[in-house]
């Protein structure tokens, strides 16, 4: 395992990329049935007719994916990455067979006002199809400690 990340080794301009993930026709409606069951989620036939004039994945799926990148992927944090929220949280559509990929800025680190081994990271998170088109958008805050005595 890579060696882990405290709030010190990052740095604002910091910038990480993961690598490429295929996204199938059968897994966003297997999302959509489990938690979002919209008909241009779960129908590709409809989905064709509708505003997105196609099969597109949830939105919350498309989070979850991007999440199962940047822990796989992004920079192994110590303690784990504990999410404080996010803001800014947009998205595009996601098709079947994109290929997605996350590409996470580092904005700003900030230690504990309290004194507290821990500090916050914000990260812009952009997830990105194959023509480099974003699927979403997201600032997140996370939690890491600093690095210990």
Request: charged share 20%; glycine share 10%; no cysteine.
């Amino acid at each position: 395992m890579p060696d882990l990340r405290y709030l010190e080794d990052f740095h604002a301009g910091e910038v990480f990329n993961t690598r490429h993930r295929e996204v199938s026709g059968d897994e966003i409606v297997a999302f959509a049935q489990a938690f979002d069951p919209q008909p241009f989620h779960t129908d590709p036939v409809t989905a064709a007719g509708s505003v997105f004039r196609g099969h597109v994945a949830s939105g919350w799926h498309t989070a979850a994916l991007t999440m199962r990148l940047w822990v796989d992927h992004g920079p192994p944090v110590a303690g784990g990455i504990v999410g404080l929220g996010a803001d800014e949280v947009r998205w595009g559509p996601l098709r079947p067979g994109d290929r997605i990929r996350v590409v996470g800025e580092v904005l700003e680190t900030s230690a504990s006002r309290s004194g507290a081994s821990r500090g916050v990271v914000r990260i812009r998170l952009r997830t990105l199809n194959q023509d480099d088109a974003e699927v979403q958008h997201m600032i997140a805050s996370i939690l890491v400690p600093t690095r210990p005595p």
